[in-house]
């Protein structure tokens, strides 16, 4: 069954610290990995995509990289901001379907404090 | 900012009503994308369209249903709203260029809350 689970499921943290969220799926064929930022009552707003020969890919404080043996991703985010708070939503698009499916996690709810 | 827009942006409604969700966007996007989303939990694809006059069944079942008539209109009906249609719908659309890395744009959602 094709999943994507996250964690930690919520994270607090203070303004200016750094953070790394986690991104494990089971998806199969892997076409790419997304994380997505969704803000509280908006949609979700992309941030980085990452296709099978990358491991890493960088916009702005958030660097996500990719580990295709193992299904694993992360999302480090650099010197916090209050406007990073948010959830931050890893999905994953699977190959071979004209819709290029898209798999999502639960997301990991982020609250950065003052 | 993507220009995909969903209309109204919250809405309370009683049992039995017909209600329609709009979203329409301006990118010219083949494809397009109705989401349902709960608290907390994941974003579930409920219809979609490759373009006018094709609209497909998602992964969740859903009592609503779709029509494509005009490449940026894409709205959502349901007949007879109930209780469990309350949720959060999320609006898509991505362009059908071939490749595997097309951006998926959302709109902000409508909250539905039937009573």
């Known amino acids: 069954k094709n999943q994507v689970e996250q964690s930690p499921q919520s994270l607090i943290i203070l303004e200016g610290k750094n953070c790394t969220l986690q991104?494990?799926?089971?998806?199969?064929?892997?076409?790419?990995l997304r994380w997505y930022k969704q803000d509280t009552g908006r949609g979700p707003v992309s941030l980085t995509i990452?296709?099978?020969?990358?491991n890493t890919k960088s916009n702005g404080r958030y660097t996500a990289t990719l580990d295709a043996d193992t299904k694993q991703s992360s999302l480090h985010i650099t010197a916090s901001q209050l406007s990073d708070s948010a959830s931050y939503i890893c999905v994953v698009s699977d190959r071979g379907s004209t819709l290029g499916r898209l798999y999502f996690g639960r997301g990991t709810q982020l609250t950065v404090w003052p | 900012e993507a220009d995909i827009y969903q209309t109204p942006r919250y809405l309370v409604i009683g049992t039995g009503k017909k209600i329609t969700l709009e979203c329409s966007q301006t990118m010219g996007h083949d494809k397009m994308y109705w989401y349902q989303q709960d608290p907390g939990m994941e974003l579930h694809l409920i219809h979609y369209?490759?373009?006018?006059?094709?609209?497909e069944k998602g992964d969740l079942s859903s009592e609503s249903t779709v029509s494509r008539i005009r490449t940026e209109h894409f709205p959502l009906t349901l007949e007879s709203a109930r209780p469990s249609h309350t949720s959060q719908y999320l609006c898509?659309?991505?362009?059908?260029?071939?490749?595997?890395?097309?951006?998926?744009?959302f709109g902000p959602g409508t909250r539905l809350t039937v009573t």
């Open positions: 369209s490759y373009g006018v006059n094709s609209t």
């Open positions: 990452m296709t099978f020969s990358e």
């Open positions: 991104c494990n799926y089971t998806v199969s064929p892997f076409s790419n």
């Open positions: 898509a659309s991505s362009e059908s260029r071939t490749g595997d890395t097309y951006e998926q744009y």
